[in-house]
């Protein structure tokens, strides 16, 4: 039976920024942007083939004032892989340094207005 893999980051804010309500495509944008800065072979794989993909990406989950993200306040992104395959290599993403994650995370393109993060990571297996 397969496992699960979930990659959770937290994420604060370094300063208060405008964000809009739904942040799925960005988020998933941000694991594309990791997965290729480690296995770009994978990467494009995982963005040109068509069909479900073998992840999932939250938004970003956590409480705002407003419309405005408050960096006295975590927030939350959670990718879940769907195979065991594709889950050892977001685990070993998820053993790599919290900067490794702010990069794709405060890319210039972002839609979340390119503000620094401070960023925690925690891979967790689910049954």
């Not at 942007?33 to 073998?54: E, I, M, S």
């Not at 993403?93 to 990069?103: C, D, E, H, R």
């Not at 405060?106 to 925690?122: A, E, F, G």
Request: hydrophobic residues 40%; charged residues 20%.
């Amino acid at each position: 039976m397969a496992q699960l893999l979930s990659l959770v980051l937290t994420l604060k804010p370094r300063d208060a920024v405008s964000a809009p309500p739904h942040l799925g495509r960005a988020a998933h944008a941000a694991l594309l942007r990791a997965v290729d800065a480690a296995t770009p072979a994978l990467a494009a794989q995982l963005h040109d083939d068509n069909g479900p993909k073998p992840f999932t990406c939250s938004s970003l989950m956590g409480k705002r004032a407003e419309g405005r993200l408050d960096p006295n306040m975590s927030y939350t992104l959670r990718y879940t892989a769907l195979t065991d395959d594709l889950g050892s290599r977001i685990a070993d993403l998820g053993k790599l340094a919290p900067s490794f994650w702010a990069s794709p995370i405060q890319n210039p393109k972002s839609t979340i207005q390119n503000p620094k993060w401070r960023v925690r990571v925690r891979p967790r297996r689910d049954v």
